[in-house]
């Protein structure tokens, strides 16, 4: 593998990112970048179009994804790298977990269409077909309608949890999640665990728990992850065996995350990918 940052989080238009899969890639190989893996949320579609793209550039691709879970009132993320994307239960979990989003949008936008002018349609024409629909679709159907500025104002406002009009949808576990994952050859990483609300919410024992049953890593190089959090997971690393990652969490132009603003040692990404046995890195 070439030198160059390896960035284990990123998004396409597969899920919430603004790049198709093949925008992603070329951003990739713009940044320098050695490795990127895609981990689109609940999606593992835009992995044959980044592994196309990527062939000739030199860069190494971790087919990945975001899973959601949910612990309790909190939504987790559970990252996902090179487990079998045929694998039943990861088929039938993240069709389930999709449709879920997609009819808790749909509630979301009943709730807004009683006091702004917003249709489904305005959303379902922000995003292509397929795609793992989420807040970020709608807020980028506001911005066009022009009742807020742009994706983090409609966060903060209209679609923020508080809002009145936000509703939950479908997930399984963290445990479930880390189990299907690593059922289907994959690795498991839990992401930006240290944010604001989660940092009460998965506490030592929760994260022992799912170490347990073959959580790889945490990812505390990520800019949500707070001064005070990092220093925690580092802490509960070390109790646990687990390794530590970082990575941007790059959604084209919907986040201002920029990609490598945040890294994995090769070294970690060795072991990663010794450890999987669902699928192989793309090296282009
Ligand atoms: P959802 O999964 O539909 O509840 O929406 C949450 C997703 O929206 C997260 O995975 C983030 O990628 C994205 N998101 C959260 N906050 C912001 C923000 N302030 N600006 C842009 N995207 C955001
Ligand atoms: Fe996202
Ligand atoms: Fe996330
Ligand atoms: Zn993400």
Known sequence: MPDGPIDLHTHSSVSDGTETPTQLIRAAVAAGLSAVAITDHDSTAGWQEAFTAAAGTGLTVIPGMELSTNYGPASVHVLAYLFDPNNGEVVAETARIRDGRLHRAERIVERIAADYDLTW??????????????????????????????????????????????????????????????????????????????????DDAVIGTLADAGLFGLEVGHRDNSEDGKRWLIKVAKKFGLELTGSSDYHGEGKPNRLAENSTSPEVLEKLIARATGSTPFAG
């Open 121 to 202: 349609d305005d959303v379902l024409a922000e995003s292509s077909d397929g795609t793992t629909l989420g807040r970020p679709h709608i807020a980028d159907a506001l911005v066009r309608k022009g009742f807020v500025p742009n994706r983090s104002a409609a966060f903060e406002s209209i679609l923020h949890w508080r809002s009145g009009y936000y509703e939950k949808y479908y997930a399984p576990s963290p445990l479930d999640g880390v189990r299907v994952i690593v059922a289907a050859g994959g690795v498991p990483v839990l992401a930006h665990p240290a944010t604001h609300g989660r940092y009460r919410t998965m």
